[in-house]
């Protein structure tokens, strides 16, 4: 069973960057594909991006698309999100999820290891 921890929220200027990190332990991290979601106040989990195991294949949701980046480092059991240009719209507390599977997939459910969550605010 993995365990994933969630890093490098912050508060940041909007047109910003920040760059998250989600630390896997327990198992190598090469084992599963990993999504990031978030979660503003009063909303539903949103969907950010997801990437494969091996890091070859990235999806994006459409109000992320272009301004962030999925990548990770097996060897370092590491998946990264890096946020530019941000937005006070991408304000929420954002959420790593794993899931042992080759691919990762946009609906949260599917999901099995979640991290606690790291906090990223926006100010415009």
């Known amino acids: 069973q993995v365990h994933v921890v969630e890093s490098g929220g912050g508060l940041v200027q909007a047109g910003g960057s920040l760059r998250l990190s989600c630390a896997a332990f327990g198992r190598p991290f090469s084992l599963y594909a990993a999504g990031w979601f978030r979660q503003a106040p009063g909303k539903e989990r949103e969907f950010v991006a997801h990437i494969n195991r091996s890091g070859s294949g990235r999806y994006y949701g459409g109000s992320v698309e272009g301004r962030f980046t999925i990548s990770r480092d097996n060897a370092k059991n590491t998946v990264y999100l890096q946020m530019n240009n941000l937005k006070h719209e991408d304000t929420a507390v954002y959420y790593c999820?794993?899931?042992?599977?080759?691919?990762?997939?946009?609906?949260?459910?599917?999901?099995?290891?979640w991290g606690q969550g790291t906090q990223v605010t926006v100010s415009s």
């Open positions: 999820a794993a899931r042992g599977d080759s691919v990762g997939y946009t609906q949260a459910y599917l999901y099995n290891y």
